[in-house]
């Protein structure tokens, strides 16, 4: 039992949630899948909004809905067209697997979906947050749907300031949150919550004075220079810079495009071939694949070096421009025009190059790109 039990107990009985739907009626604000929440638009919407802003991931959703209105439509569509939707949101893994999900909800529960909180874990890609969040919303389940969000309101609420990456920081507000879920709404009450965090109970600049919990917030009763500190991590992400040179080979009219494996980053998105190494060490390596071996013309940088964050990586990312004499190389890859090029699925970072890439490499290269 936690030693704070009782007064968790205590805190669940005179916690202002009234207030807080009270608060929720009137500040909602007024996105399309709430209108009418069904298991797939409300799906779609918790995948898409992970690590999105809500205005960038409601034109993706948009977009999504209108192309593939139901699972089975979803299940149908070709994972290129899926990737190709989903391009420049990032988290491609996110895309694989909201495919997946629908092709399995589409043999498994034929014109139907799944109800249980335990089959909609069993998704991939679909964490205890994301399957709370379209239970309690779609099927009255009630559990708690346990964002960053939430963990911020909860944590400052009880005045508890422990790294949220360990058991003693997340375990007690998780508690807190599954003992205070309203039972007789508890997709109303998530959505509150998560509601009143992202208006409300920002990072940085809480708006204390119009929050419906000020009466309780044990926060409002602390020293100064404790009040209002949002939830940290003890464990911080160590970036790694990385020198990943891209190599872009013409032949004639065309260049050569290579699909990414599945389990890597970008999986499953088209880029030019690419190779790593250590940042420090960046120069032009000559090590683009050996099936082209000594056959191409090195025709320098192509365009301008670019940088790209990733969750763990920071890119220093330089383009390579590579004639090629051959076109036999289909091993490596596939030879497009650039115009076919980039109507594939690409990486954000080669989306933000593309034309700059793409002029240097008619101006430098022997062959055009038209
Ligand atoms: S009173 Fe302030 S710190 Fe407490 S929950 Fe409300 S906005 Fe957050």
């Given at each position: 039992?936690?030693?704070?039990?009782?007064?968790?107990?205590?805190?669940?009985?005179?916690?202002?949630?009234?207030?807080?739907?009270?608060?929720?009626?009137?500040?909602e604000?007024?996105?399309?899948?709430?209108?009418?929440?069904?298991?797939?638009?409300?799906?779609?919407?918790?995948v898409?909004?992970?690590?999105t802003?809500?205005?960038?991931?409601?034109?993706?959703?948009?977009?999504?809905?209108?192309?593939?209105?139901?699972?089975?439509?979803?299940?149908?569509?070709?994972?290129?067209?899926?990737?190709?939707?989903?391009?420049?949101?990032?988290?491609?893994s996110?895309?694989?697997?909201?495919?997946?999900?629908?092709?399995?909800?589409?043999?498994?529960?034929?014109?139907?979906?799944?109800?249980?909180?335990?089959?909609?874990?069993?998704?991939?890609?679909?964490?205890?947050?994301?399957?709370?969040?379209?239970?309690?919303?779609?099927?009255?389940?009630?559990?708690?749907?346990?964002?960053?969000?939430?963990?911020?309101?909860?944590?400052?609420?009880?005045?508890?300031?422990?790294?949220?990456?360990?058991?003693?920081?997340?375990?007690?507000?998780?508690?807190?949150?599954?003992?205070?879920?309203?039972?007789?709404?508890?997709?109303?009450?998530?959505?509150?919550?998560?509601?009143?965090?992202?208006?409300?109970?920002?990072?940085?600049?809480?708006?204390?004075?119009?929050?419906?919990?000020?009466?309780?917030?044990?926060?409002?009763?602390?020293?100064?220079?404790?009040?209002?500190?949002?939830?940290?991590?003890?464990?911080?992400?160590?970036?790694?810079?990385?020198?990943?040179?891209f190599?872009?080979?013409v032949?004639d009219?065309?260049?050569?495009?290579?699909?990414?494996?599945?389990?890597?980053?970008?999986?499953?998105?088209?880029?030019?071939?690419?190779?790593?190494?250590?940042?420090?060490?960046?120069?032009?390596?000559?090590?683009?694949?050996?099936?082209?071996?000594?056959?191409?013309?090195?025709?320098?940088?192509?365009?301008?070096?670019?940088?790209?964050?990733?969750?763990?990586?920071?890119?220093?990312?330089?383009?390579?421009?590579w004639?090629?004499?051959?076109?036999?190389?289909?091993?490596?890859?596939?030879?497009?025009?650039?115009?076919?090029?980039?109507?594939?699925?690409?990486?954000?970072?080669?989306?933000?190059?593309?034309?700059?890439v793409?002029?240097?490499?008619?101006?430098?290269?022997?062959?055009?790109?038209?």
């Amino acid at each position: 039992m936690h030693p704070k039990t009782a007064f968790f107990d205590d805190a669940v009985h005179t916690m202002p949630r009234r207030e807080l739907h009270e608060w929720y009626l009137k500040h909602e604000r007024p996105l399309p899948w709430r209108e009418d929440p069904r298991p797939y638009e409300t799906w779609l919407c918790e995948v898409i909004m992970q690590q999105t802003r809500i205005d960038q991931g409601t034109a993706y959703w948009q977009k999504f809905v209108n192309r593939w209105p139901d699972f089975r439509s979803l299940a149908n569509a070709s994972v290129d067209d899926v990737l190709k939707e989903w391009q420049g949101l990032g988290y491609y893994s996110r895309a694989r697997n909201l495919h997946k999900t629908a092709q399995i909800i589409h043999t498994d529960f034929p014109n139907s979906h799944p109800t249980a909180l335990n089959d909609w874990l069993s998704m991939p890609g679909i964490g205890p947050y994301t399957a709370a969040a379209i239970c309690s919303i779609c099927f009255d389940t009630p559990v708690a749907a346990i964002d960053g969000n939430v963990l911020r309101v909860l944590s400052r609420f009880l005045g508890i300031h422990e790294p949220i990456d360990r058991p003693s920081g997340r375990k007690p507000l998780e508690e807190f949150a599954n003992a205070w879920v309203d039972p007789e709404n508890p997709g109303r009450h998530n959505q509150a919550i998560m509601e009143l965090g992202a208006l409300t109970c920002t990072p940085h600049a809480p708006d204390c004075a119009n929050c419906p919990l000020q009466n309780a917030c044990a926060s409002q009763q602390m020293p100064h220079e404790k009040r209002n500190i949002p939830p940290f991590k003890q464990g911080k992400t160590k970036v790694i810079d990385v020198a990943l040179n891209f190599h872009v080979i013409v032949h004639d009219t065309r260049v050569l495009m290579c699909k990414r494996p599945d389990d890597g980053v970008w999986g499953g998105l088209w880029a030019f071939p690419s190779t790593e190494h250590p940042f420090q060490n960046q120069v032009k390596p000559f090590d683009v694949p050996e099936a082209l071996g000594n056959l191409l013309v090195d025709r320098g940088p192509c365009g301008s070096p670019v940088k790209h964050l990733l969750s763990h990586r920071k890119l220093h990312v330089q383009f390579w421009l590579w004639e090629s004499p051959l076109k036999n190389t289909s091993d490596l890859g596939d030879w497009k025009t650039w115009e076919e090029a980039e109507a594939l699925a690409l990486p954000r970072v080669l989306e933000r190059s593309w034309e700059d890439v793409k002029k240097s490499a008619s101006q430098n290269a022997s062959t055009t790109t038209a």
